[in-house]
């Protein structure tokens, strides 16, 4: 079955941070940018960023450009975001996700993502 697989979810408290992690299993990364997507309750999905194979290049959605980054992992095909000054509205599931292209596109949309993660709870509260 192919797999990706999401941890480091949790509470925390505004200002604060956590690191994501997400790892493959008997899913194939190479050449596919990975994206971390989040969906809060009641909202659609949103694309939070995205990174190309070599972990050169990625996006950002405006709303955590400067507080989050990504960064990959190749040879233990692990995929990190790493989430500082955390603010209520980060509150979501977020999903880790591989493209279904291999030519890079950074893309921020849902609809160019094939295999996702089960997702995992973050929530920002005091």
């Known amino acids: 079955q192919l797999q990706l697989v999401e941890s480091g979810g949790g509470l925390v408290q505004p200002g604060g941070s956590l690191r994501l992690s997400c790892v493959a299993s008997?899913?194939?990364?190479?050449?596919?940018?990975i994206g971390w997507f989040r969906q809060a309750p009641g909202k659609e999905r949103e694309g939070v960023s995205s990174?190309?194979?070599?972990?050169?290049?990625?996006s950002y959605a405006d709303s955590v450009k400067g507080r989050f980054t990504m960064s990959r992992d190749n040879a233990e095909k692990m995929v990190y975001l790493q989430m500082n000054n955390l603010e209520p509205e980060d509150t979501a599931i977020y999903y880790c996700?591989?493209?279904?292209?291999?030519?890079?596109?950074?893309?921020?949309?849902?609809?160019?993502?094939?295999?996702w993660g089960q997702g995992i709870q973050v929530t920002v509260s005091s």
């Open positions: 996700a591989r493209a279904r292209e291999t030519w890079s596109l950074l893309s921020l949309h849902a609809n160019d993502y094939d295999i």
């Open positions: 008997r899913v194939r990364l190479d050449y596919h940018d």
């Open positions: 990174i190309n194979y070599s972990g050169g290049r990625t």
